[in-house]
């Protein structure tokens, strides 16, 4: 028996959990550079924002003047959800972690609902998240129950073959784990519009209209199982760091400040999982929208595999410089990692441009500090500590739980 738990919209709970005025008012959560609502509060849902609404053209409207808008704080979205991941494993043998914010539970061993309620209860007494709790036979039920949960009681066991029967004869298809919009307009086509009518079609007639992936989901939501827990997440194949700029960048100096933090950022990715990468790629672009003559600059390429920050930055500098167009307004940049493989498989230079050895203790050395004093404290020359061009986070609340200078003041 599986369960589904996640956080109810958790950018927001996790904003609350520290500012307890948030509570009652309409929230939302902004994307990167203050763009677009990523996360709404349901008092901010009731006012009709719409997820990926852009917020510099709505928040002139009369009705939403008293929406609160935050920028996205990730580093305490992820830490939030660590510990919400660490009171789970103090009450389950089994979770796996599927996104940010939801996570996979093994309820073998539980007498399902009661237990449920009462970690649920837990959760949001520790770490102040609000959950919802779906419970399945299988892991698609158990996610269709989680979004059952939240229009009941906050747990739903679609264990119980009634329950199910009666939520599927009005649950629509797009509440289906993995049925997207192709698929739906197909369904649509045949007169399927329900799970219930979804779930009574043959199984030979599903996989011949949406392969064997659709013909799994199917399967599943009539009980039985394809998917097991995966506790081991697979290996990365890619680190990426990509960021809009928070003003246009026109000078070289700039552009070659942020590929670097971009390539640090990157590499630092690698070693957290002991991986080593054996290519990258470098780009920069202007705005698509903004009127502003389109170029994009790209390089991809082989590299020494390696996950020194320095030697990253290096080849990243050099790619970018050789593509650089000046009196340009540059918008974006990234730097991406491919080819990523585990250090102890990665094939050995006889004659390395760079000391392995060295570099490893370098690293070391690098990642210790900055994880003990903040990141940053250590950074390659030629960085600034404070970057101009960086993305906006203009109402971004205090990293409470990551950054020792950001801890929450009491007084009394």
Not at 149 to 173: C, H, L, Q
Not at 221 to 230: A, I, K
Not at 292 to 300: A, E, F, K, M, N
Not at 371 to 398: H, M
């Amino acid at each position: 028996m599986f369960g589904l738990i996640d956080g109810n919209n958790f950018y927001v709970s996790c904003e609350r959990a520290f500012d307890p005025s948030l509570t009652g008012k309409p929230v939302i959560v902004l994307s990167n550079n203050d763009g677009c609502a990523i996360a709404r509060s349901a008092e901010a849902k009731a006012l009709g924002i719409k997820m990926g609404e852009v917020w510099h053209l709505s928040k002139r409207k009369p009705e939403y003047r008293d929406v609160v808008a935050k920028s996205s704080n990730y580093a305490l979205y992820g830490d939030m959800s660590r510990r919400v991941f660490e009171v789970l494993s103090d009450h389950f043998a089994r979770v796996e972690p599927y996104s940010i914010d939801e996570m996979f539970l093994d309820l073998t061993a539980f007498a399902r609902v009661d237990y449920c309620r009462r970690v649920r209860d837990r959760v949001r007494r520790i770490t102040k998240i609000p959950t919802c709790v779906g419970i399945g036979p299988t892991k698609t039920l158990a996610k269709l129950a989680n979004k059952h949960a939240k229009t009941a009681t906050g747990v739903s066991d679609f264990g119980d073959i009634d329950i199910r029967r009666e939520a599927f004869a009005t649950m629509p298809i797009d509440e289906i784990w993995g049925v997207g919009r192709a698929n739906q307009t197909k369904l649509n086509d045949l007169g399927v519009f329900t799970v219930e009518q979804f779930a009574a079609l043959p199984s030979a007639s599903v996989r011949k209209l949406m392969t064997v992936t659709g013909q799994r989901t199917h399967a599943e939501l009539n009980g039985v199982s394809c998917l097991p827990l995966t506790l081991a997440p697979d290996q990365k194949q890619t680190a990426a760091v990509t960021r809009m700029f928070g003003r246009p960048v026109e000078t070289w100096t700039d552009m070659r400040e942020a590929l670097a933090v971009h390539a640090g950022r990157a590499a630092e990715k690698c070693r957290q999982h002991g991986l080593v990468a054996s290519a990258m790629q470098v780009f920069f672009h202007t705005h698509p929208h903004n009127g502003d003559p389109w170029y994009h600059g790209q390089r991809s390429f082989e590299i020494e595999p390696t996950a020194d920050s320095f030697a990253i930055i290096n080849q990243a500098v050099a790619a970018g410089r050789s593509m650089w167009k000046p009196d340009t307004r540059y918008a974006k940049a990234g730097v991406i990692l491919l080819d990523l493989q585990a250090q102890q498989d990665a094939p050995r230079d006889l004659l390395p441009t760079v000391d392995p050895v060295r570099a490893e203790k370098l690293m070391t050395a690098l990642d210790a500090v900055n994880a003990r004093f903040g990141r940053g404290t250590l950074r390659p020359g030629g960085i600034r500590q404070v970057t101009p061009w960086s993305t906006r986070a203009n109402n971004r609340s205090s990293r409470y739980t990551t950054r020792i200078e950001e801890l929450m003041e009491v007084r009394a």
